[in-house]
């Protein structure tokens, strides 16, 4: 308890002393003990900050300010993400008492120093950094509620938030094509200040809401570019005109067709188009861009930005924003047919757009639920998907590839079945591509489409109808898995355990290779198990081969187990602990299908299962369970 109380009267003071990459490392220290310390067991905190900062402040000593500034920063944004609760109001309340005016009379001052030394580049640096750090704080104490004072002097600061956001300055203008710069930064968390204030406080914010559309609306198409450096600023500033846009009580700042088109030509569509940052990541990091494209984690993207303001805007006015944007989209596949070699991003810009004006609602597990009426899906589909699909070299223009398979995935649930079936050959096709996103997407699609719910009751589609291109389906799927950078591919095992559901005893002849190649990648994955996902899905396959087989051929079950019990000893044997209960699951199910007698092998198993060494991992339990059950009967 002394060490702990030490620590907390001299962290402040020692974090001050240090310089700013040491004063980080302290002030996240101090937010970590603030977690659970602060403010009641430990009141002293923000009055010293409080006391530090306009000592600080005093003298323009702002590397100090800085120091604390973060310090606030760090313990005030947990504020953004708890739940609601009276200890955590009567919390940030004690917290506006003591911090909301120094930090008012802080933020005037800056701005006012900023002014004065207008011409000094090292002084702007700090400065703007300190606003940024203000700028956050604000949006941290205003997250949950609005506080009254922030709503008694809403006008003071949304005036200096304008003039931030409409200040131009060579000297804090980044060189880098790929790093913010103080500016930048600054302005990219007044939009998301600002878009907060829209969202959740749009009545006591609205007196200042037009003269924000318009800087906003003159920072997209005057100040920003495509460059990396200002993609989280052009995120934040679209994400604030569509909190606005998605109010019918704003609608007249949109409804013009001529703003409509403008936000359509100058902010949609720039900001939709695949960039080459967008290949570079598409070419080197792969999974990375599958996780940001397919798993939904893409939030803070230029393309989600434009998607959410479309979507907003199609609220309001979707019949007029469909018409326009249909255009685009027409225009845009022109460009293409014009010169498909040089213009697939056109394309590939017409295949977003057309997917965000016709998805009105959707879900990671179901695509879309809900689509515009206004787009006809099946004939887009039809006319240029299909298409893109069936072009006889899986390898050109990938990217384009990748869209038209997404678009079939997003929409599969408002496509006719006869669509979907023929899909199957494409898509198979595919998954023999080189290129590691496409074969993914291949896979995800297959899957996907699989899994889609009968209205009539059982499967999506048949073992029949699967079989014509069903050996070239596990061909393709086993021939992606040795590709590099592919030989342990969640996608294509999912997509794989899946086809095999589906087409059942259809697969029985081809069992024989399928158990050559299972046995292979088990092998392989047992000297290093790393990715659960892929693990379960692969036990899963053998799993279900063995079934299926035996469903139909009941004496099969001793070919699998001459051919798996070696593989599975060596797993025993070296105590591979993540594939121990896929071990005893396949064997609890081999000896549940084997006619009497029981063999040998089963026996000389069954003095194992009894040490205690093998009940100690709990993981293990339920398939041990299941293995000595077989056993017994």
């Given at each position: 308890?002394?060490?702990?109380?030490?620590?907390?009267?001299?962290?402040?003071?020692?974090?001050?002393?240090?310089?700013?990459?040491?004063?980080?490392?302290?002030?996240?220290?101090?937010?970590?003990?603030?977690?659970?310390?602060?403010?009641?067991?430990?009141?002293?905190?923000?009055?010293?900050?409080?006391?530090?900062?306009?000592?600080?402040?005093?003298?323009?000593?702002?590397?100090?300010?800085?120091?604390?500034?973060?310090?606030?920063?760090?313990?005030?944004?947990?504020?953004?993400?708890?739940?609601?609760?009276?200890?955590?109001?009567?919390?940030?309340?004690?917290?506006?008492?003591?911090?909301?005016?120094?930090?008012?009379?802080?933020?005037?001052?800056?701005?006012?120093?900023?002014?004065?030394?207008?011409?000094?580049?090292?002084?702007?640096?700090?400065?703007?950094?300190?606003?940024?750090?203000?700028?956050?704080?604000?949006?941290?104490?205003?997250?949950?509620?609005?506080?009254?004072?922030?709503?008694?002097?809403?006008?003071?600061?949304?005036?200096?938030?304008?003039?931030?956001?409409?200040?131009?300055?060579?000297?804090?203008?980044?060189?880098?094509?790929?790093?913010?710069?103080?500016?930048?930064?600054?302005?990219?968390?007044?939009?998301?200040?600002?878009?907060?204030?829209?969202?959740?406080?749009?009545?006591?914010?609205?007196?200042?809401?037009?003269?924000?559309?318009?800087?906003?609306?003159?920072?997209?198409?005057?100040?920003?570019?495509?460059?990396?450096?200002?993609?989280?600023?052009?995120?934040?500033?679209?994400?604030?005109?569509?909190?606005?846009?998605?109010?019918?009580?704003?609608k007249g700042l949109f409804e013009s067709e001529g703003t409509l088109t403008t936000i359509c030509q100058n902010v949609v569509v720039p900001n939709m188009q695949f960039r080459d940052v967008d290949e570079e990541q598409f070419e080197d990091n792969p999974e990375e861009y599958i996780r940001r494209d397919i798993e939904g984690s893409d939030v803070d993207t230029r393309r989600r930005a434009a998607c959410d303001l479309v979507h907003s805007l199609c609220k309001v006015f979707e019949g007029p924003v469909t018409a326009i944007f249909k255009q685009y989209v027409a225009s845009l596949q022109q460009e293409y047919r014009a010169d498909p070699t040089k213009n697939w991003r056109s394309m590939d810009t017409a295949i977003y757009l057309i997917s965000t004006l016709a998805s009105k609602a959707k879900t990671e597990k179901h695509g879309a639920t809900k689509t515009n009426h206004l787009v006809d899906l099946t004939e887009f589909f039809s006319t240029t998907i299909?298409?893109?699909?069936?072009?006889?070299?899986?390898?050109?223009?990938?990217?384009?590839?990748?869209?038209?398979?997404?678009?079939?995935?997003?929409?599969?649930?408002?496509?006719?079945?006869?669509?979907?079936?023929?899909?199957?050959?494409?898509?198979?096709?595919?998954?023999?591509?080189?290129?590691?996103?496409?074969?993914?997407?291949?896979?995800?699609?297959?899957?996907?489409?699989?899994?889609?719910?009968?209205?009539?009751?059982?499967?999506?589609?048949?073992?029949?109808?699967?079989?014509?291109?069903?050996?070239?389906?596990?061909?393709?799927?086993?021939?992606?898995?040795?590709?590099?950078?592919?030989?342990?591919?969640?996608?294509?095992?999912?997509?794989?355990?899946?086809?095999?559901?589906?087409?059942?005893?259809?697969?029985?002849?081809?069992?024989?290779?399928?158990?050559?190649?299972?046995?292979?990648?088990?092998?392989?994955?047992?000297?290093?198990?790393?990715?659960?996902?892929?693990?379960?899905?692969?036990?899963?396959?053998?799993?279900?081969?063995?079934?299926?087989?035996?469903?139909?051929?009941?004496?099969?079950?001793?070919?699998?187990?001459?051919?798996?019990?070696?593989?599975?000893?060596?797993?025993?044997?070296?105590?591979?602990?993540?594939?121990?209960?896929?071990?005893?699951?396949?064997?609890?199910?081999?000896?549940?299908?084997?006619?009497?007698?029981?063999?040998?092998?089963?026996?000389?198993?069954?003095?194992?299962?009894?040490?205690?060494?093998?009940?100690?991992?709990?993981?293990?339990?339920?398939?041990?369970?299941?293995?000595?059950?077989?056993?017994?009967?």
């Amino acid at each position: 308890a002394d060490d702990r109380a030490a620590i907390k009267s001299n962290i402040v003071g020692l974090m001050l002393s240090l310089p700013a990459k040491l004063q980080k490392q302290l002030s996240d220290a101090i937010s970590i003990i603030g977690k659970s310390d602060f403010p009641a067991l430990w009141p002293e905190l923000l009055p010293e900050l409080v006391r530090s900062m306009e000592e600080s402040n005093a003298c323009n000593n702002f590397d100090k300010i800085n120091g604390i500034l973060q310090t606030a920063h760090s313990l005030f944004k947990r504020y953004r993400h708890e739940f609601r609760s009276d200890n955590l109001f009567t919390e940030i309340k004690y917290a506006i008492a003591k911090l909301a005016t120094p930090l008012t009379l802080l933020f005037k001052g800056t701005i006012e120093l900023a002014g004065k030394h207008a011409n000094d580049p090292r002084a702007l640096q700090v400065l703007f950094g300190s606003m940024v750090l203000i700028s956050k704080i604000f949006y941290s104490l205003n997250y949950q509620d609005l506080p009254e004072f922030f709503e008694d002097n809403m006008e003071i600061w949304m005036d200096h938030f304008h003039q931030l956001l409409t200040t131009n300055n060579k000297l804090l203008e980044s060189d880098s094509e790929d790093e913010a710069g103080p500016l930048e930064r600054l302005k990219s968390q007044i939009c998301d200040n600002i878009a907060l204030y829209a969202h959740k406080y749009d009545e006591e914010f609205q007196p200042h809401l037009p003269k924000f559309v318009e800087a906003t609306w003159n920072l997209l198409v005057n100040q920003t570019t495509l460059q990396v450096k200002h993609d989280l600023l052009v995120c934040n500033a679209i994400q604030f005109l569509a909190s606005v846009a998605a109010h019918d009580k704003y609608k007249g700042l949109f409804e013009s067709e001529g703003t409509l088109t403008t936000i359509c030509q100058n902010v949609v569509v720039p900001n939709m188009q695949f960039r080459d940052v967008d290949e570079e990541q598409f070419e080197d990091n792969p999974e990375e861009y599958i996780r940001r494209d397919i798993e939904g984690s893409d939030v803070d993207t230029r393309r989600r930005a434009a998607c959410d303001l479309v979507h907003s805007l199609c609220k309001v006015f979707e019949g007029p924003v469909t018409a326009i944007f249909k255009q685009y989209v027409a225009s845009l596949q022109q460009e293409y047919r014009a010169d498909p070699t040089k213009n697939w991003r056109s394309m590939d810009t017409a295949i977003y757009l057309i997917s965000t004006l016709a998805s009105k609602a959707k879900t990671e597990k179901h695509g879309a639920t809900k689509t515009n009426h206004l787009v006809d899906l099946t004939e887009f589909f039809s006319t240029t998907i299909a298409e893109l699909l069936q072009a006889p070299d899986v390898n050109d223009k990938p990217v384009l590839k990748a869209a038209a398979i997404k678009f079939l995935v997003t929409f599969r649930q408002h496509l006719p079945r006869s669509v979907l079936l023929a899909a199957f050959n494409p898509l198979a096709a595919h998954l023999a591509s080189t290129c590691i996103v496409v074969h993914t997407y291949a896979a995800h699609g297959i899957e996907r489409v699989l899994m889609l719910p009968n209205p009539h009751g059982g499967a999506p589609f048949t073992g029949v109808e699967l079989e014509p291109v069903l050996k070239v389906l596990l061909g393709n799927m086993f021939a992606a898995l040795r590709m590099p950078g592919s030989q342990e591919n969640d996608y294509v095992m999912k997509a794989l355990m899946r086809t095999l559901s589906a087409a059942r005893d259809n697969i029985i002849p081809y069992v024989p290779d399928l158990l050559v190649q299972f046995k292979e990648k088990v092998t392989i994955v047992a000297k290093n198990p790393s990715k659960p996902n892929f693990n379960h899905y692969l036990f899963e396959c053998i799993s279900g081969m063995i079934r299926f087989t035996c469903q139909k051929d009941v004496a099969a079950v001793a070919h699998f187990e001459s051919e798996l019990f070696p593989i599975f000893q060596l797993i025993l044997q070296n105590d591979v602990l993540e594939f121990l209960p896929y071990v005893f699951q396949i064997l609890s199910l081999t000896l549940e299908l084997h006619p009497a007698p029981v063999p040998s092998a089963y026996m000389e198993l069954f003095p194992l299962l009894l040490l205690p060494v093998l009940w100690d991992r709990q993981g293990k339990h339920s398939s041990m369970v299941g293995q000595r059950g077989a056993d017994l009967q």
